[in-house]
């Protein structure tokens, strides 16, 4: 499997006053296509500084990334939505959809930006991944908070990406819905995508292929995951 | 997909966002359309004004009047709408003015002013309720209007003018006729306060005519032999204005006639255009307030629109902040959030357009009351055009209001976004 994530010593420095904030300090780490990674740890570890470098929506300032083939470090804004385009997909905590779009023009939104055009029958497929083929024509607010998650997770599975990234995706859920959420992860990853994952759930994360552990931004852990 | 198919997609996406928010938008959209309201009244009513000044003045028929001296506002109102405060020339001014070899054609006119029949006629008056009463030379008074035609149909068949020499017939403008609910044949009454005496006296008269529309002062006047009416008002030898055309109406001519005449005691020489740029000036001051508020409007209105958008923005922080990690450029979100302002700012200057068009009419009642215009007939002239034209200029000045709000919103950082989003 071709490695799509390649981080050496990445660093991500805030200067606040005259006071330096260490968020991430020097971080090696390397993910595969096809490989489920859970980052765990505890608040103010540095997961969300992590996932937000490795998924380009922040760049680093120290040691050097590598996201689907492409240098990142020093990379400005513009530039990395053009390496975000097409190639990443994202799951947020609190799935962010339009709650005026249907399900599936939530799950076609990011085609307009891409400038794609929809393929209903490929929309209809990706819902069909997630189980809420059913669900199409519905509203946000018809839905449950699983199930707005898995309308999030085909929203970045129709553009197709080569990583996914789910920042804290079962923090809204419970226990169930959480775990049916991690399901279709290592489902896409059998599929050879890679899934990037932060989680407070020491349990679901573990699930994973592989479970990397912070502390104060430096990873302290890596063990391998694999718990079905 | 370029830009132009996904400008569809866009429009949609901006329209339903608005609709999220849809008290805020309603009201956001009430004031551009109030402002907007504002604004095509008031170009309305310039539009109109003008319109109306030049038709009114037009239809008077003649170049130039020759009345008493007084205030030459006064004198323009009185013959466009029959104002008050009548001065009088004497009769034989007539005589001097028609042998002048520039004159080509001219009318005398007595006017006095009436009221309902029932009423008090008298030659002088304030009261709204007063109609004019027009002494004319009939055949001379339609060589300068040779427009004016006897209205037919049943009731009205066998109009005509009044015979010269006559003490009882009269004509009436459309107006009149209506309003009184006279036709052909009948009898008219007016009470007439005669000058010098200190009783009025009533009068019969029967109606030989009644006038098709004008929309002119004409059509609420009662016509009257002009001897008659010098003698209804005990003034037999006086006259309100001659009505003068020129052989050669340029300003060179009009100014050799005008110092010619003015040599006259007791007479003032008013060329129309003058009348025109008169009743203009006189009004565009009032108008240059009302635009300074119109102008005042728009700009709160605007101002309303950037806050209203500018709010939204930071609401959908963390959305804005998905859809760039979603893939959104800096040139998408930045589409997406100008387009929602214009169409805010078409929505408004559609709904006031139509708002000015529909409510124009108590626009018109309005400015009425305030001021006297010194003109009969439409003031506020909503026009296809002048509407296209607001509306285009309410989107240009929403191209602007959306600048900074757009730019607020495709300058954040995704990673901020999310994160002030809660993401």
Redesign the interface.
């Known amino acids: 499997m071709n490695t799509v994530i390649e981080a050496k010593g990445l660093k991500r420095h805030y200067v606040r006053g005259i006071e330096t904030v260490k968020a991430l300090d020097g971080v090696d780490l390397s993910i595969r296509e096809g490989e489920m990674v859970s980052i765990l740890g505890p608040s103010g570890s540095g997961k969300t500084t992590l996932i937000n470098l490795l998924s380009c929506l922040d760049a680093p300032t120290g040691g050097s990334l590598s996201v689907a083939g492409k240098a990142v470090s020093g990379l400005s804004e513009d530039d990395l939505v053009e390496i975000r385009r097409g190639a990443l997909g994202f799951v947020f905590q609190r799935f962010h959809l339009l709650p005026t779009l249907s399900v599936t023009e939530n799950v076609e939104l990011p085609l307009l930006f891409l400038g794609r055009p929809a393929r209903r029958e490929r929309t209809l497929k990706v819902l069909e991944q997630v189980g809420l083929a059913d669900r199409a024509g519905h509203l946000p607010n018809e839905l449950s908070g699983g199930q707005m998650q898995r309308v999030a997770i085909a929203r970045a599975l129709l553009i197709e990406p080569k990583i996914l990234v789910a920042d804290e995706p079962t923090g809204n859920l419970d226990k169930a819905a959480g775990e049916a959420i991690f399901q279709v992860f290592k489902s896409l990853a059998k599929q050879g995508l890679a899934v990037i994952v932060t989680t407070h759930n020491t349990a679901l994360g573990y699930e994973s292929d592989r479970v990397v552990t912070l502390e104060d931004g430096r990873i302290v852990k890596e063990e391998r995951g694999g718990k079905t | 997909?370029?830009q132009l198919t996904?400008l569809p997609?866009?429009l949609s996406?901006a329209s339903?966002?608005l609709?999220?928010r849809l008290v805020r938008t309603s009201l956001t959209v009430a004031g551009v359309g109030l402002a907007v309201a504002v604004a095509v009244s008031l170009g309305g009513f310039m539009l109109g004004y003008r319109t109306s000044i030049d038709r009114s003045i037009d239809m008077l028929g003649f170049q130039v009047m020759i009345m008493a001296k007084g205030c030459p506002y006064e004198a323009a109102t009185m013959m466009l709408k029959g104002g008050t405060g009548l001065l009088y020339l004497p009769s034989d001014t007539y005589d001097k003015v028609r042998k002048d070899p520039d004159v080509e054609s001219i009318t005398p006119i007595f006017v006095g002013v009436g009221q309902k029949e029932g009423s008090g006629v008298r030659d002088e008056g304030s009261e709204a309720a007063f109609t004019v009463m027009s002494g004319v030379e009939a055949s001379s008074f339609l060589v300068m209007k040779p427009w004016l035609k006897m209205k037919e149909g049943r009731g009205y068949d066998g109009g005509r003018w009044f015979d010269a020499k006559s003490e009882t017939e009269i004509v009436l403008g459309y107006e009149a006729a209506e309003y009184e609910q006279r036709k052909v044949g009948d009898t008219f009454y007016a009470t007439v306060m005669p000058a010098g005496k200190a009783t009025a006296v009533q009068r019969e008269f029967r109606i030989v005519g009644v006038l098709e529309r004008t929309g002119t002062q004409d059509d609420g006047t009662i016509f009257l032999p002009i001897t008659a009416a010098q003698k209804l008002f005990n003034r037999p030898n006086e006259l309100t204005i001659l009505g003068i055309k020129l052989k050669d109406f340029s300003s060179f001519k009009l100014r050799d006639f005008e110092n010619r005449w003015l040599k006259l005691p007791e007479v003032q020489v008013v060329g129309l255009q003058q009348v025109k740029s008169t009743l203009i000036g006189l009004v565009a001051t009032a108008q240059a307030m009302v635009a300074a508020v119109a102008v005042v409007a728009v700009i709160v209105a605007l101002l309303g629109v950037v806050n209203s958008v500018l709010m939204s923005v930071y609401e959908r922080t963390?959305?804005i902040g998905?859809?760039?990690?979603?893939?959104?450029?800096?040139g998408?979100i930045f589409q997406l959030i100008w387009l929602e302002t214009l169409m805010v700012c078409l929505a408004g200057s559609l709904l006031g357009s139509a708002g000015a068009a529909v409510g124009s009419s108590l626009v018109e009642k309005a400015l009425r009351s305030l001021i006297d215009l010194g003109v009969s007939g439409s003031i506020v002239l909503i026009t296809p055009r002048l509407i296209a034209g607001s509306v285009a200029g309410s989107v240009v000045l929403g191209f602007f209001a959306g600048l900074y709000p757009a730019w607020r919103a495709s300058s954040m950082?995704?990673?901020d976004a999310?994160r002030e989003?809660?993401?």
Do not use: C, F, T
């Not at chain 2, 998905?322 to 800096?330: F, W």
């Open positions: 997909m370029n996904s997609k866009y996406l339903k966002n609709r999220r963390g959305e998905v859809m760039k990690a979603l893939g959104a450029r800096r998408d950082r995704p990673v999310i989003g809660g993401a």
